[in-house]
């Protein structure tokens, strides 16, 4: 599997954040960093993502990613902001296709059986589910492995600090996203300690080992 993605199922979960600007990210990336999860997923949905990236980028011991990339001129802005995987809603073969010639991992959005399909033929091996909870949650990962034995996921929507061991449990489970721990209202307030709090709290969820016995 591609280093990148191997860090990933390392740390086991990827905070998918909303921030605006690069004061924003680097506050991020500090509190990620207390909160011992040197990673992030800085989606493009405000007006300063790309200045947010690349001031997450500058911290090196941060593992940055970009999230809602839709499009192939996308990419490339991305990638030049320092993003070193990037994560789609969905499955688009431009976007998919334009990060494999950039040399970035991707995990692009599968809900069915058909976008599996189509990751395979990409030459895919870890994917994103999404949205987890809504397409059926664990239960999901679980019915998709089947006919994919070799797929791993990455399930994100939905998933919380309450519900993180029942996908972090299955073998077809790379890691779990979601937002959880960067609430935006978190980040509008300015509350980066709650922010590390539950960075922390997942953490420990992650490193705790009594789901495996589940
Ligand atoms: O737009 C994208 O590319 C995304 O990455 C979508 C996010 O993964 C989800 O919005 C996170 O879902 P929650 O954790 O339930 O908030």
New binding site residues.
Partial sequence: MDPVLDRIGELRVVP?VVVDGADEGARLADSLVAGGLPVA?V?L?TPGALAALEAVAAQPDVLVGA???VTAAQVDQVVEAGARFL???GLFEPVVRRAQERGVPILP?VATASDLMRAVDLGLDVV?L??A?VVGGPAAVKALSGPFPQMRFMP????SAANLHDYLALDAVLAA????MVDRALVTAGDWAEITRRTREAVGLAADPSYREA
């Fill in positions: 998918v997923e989606t949905r999230g809602t990339v994560v789609s809603p959005g994103k999404f949205p909870s994100t929507g939905g998933v996203g979601g937002s959880w």
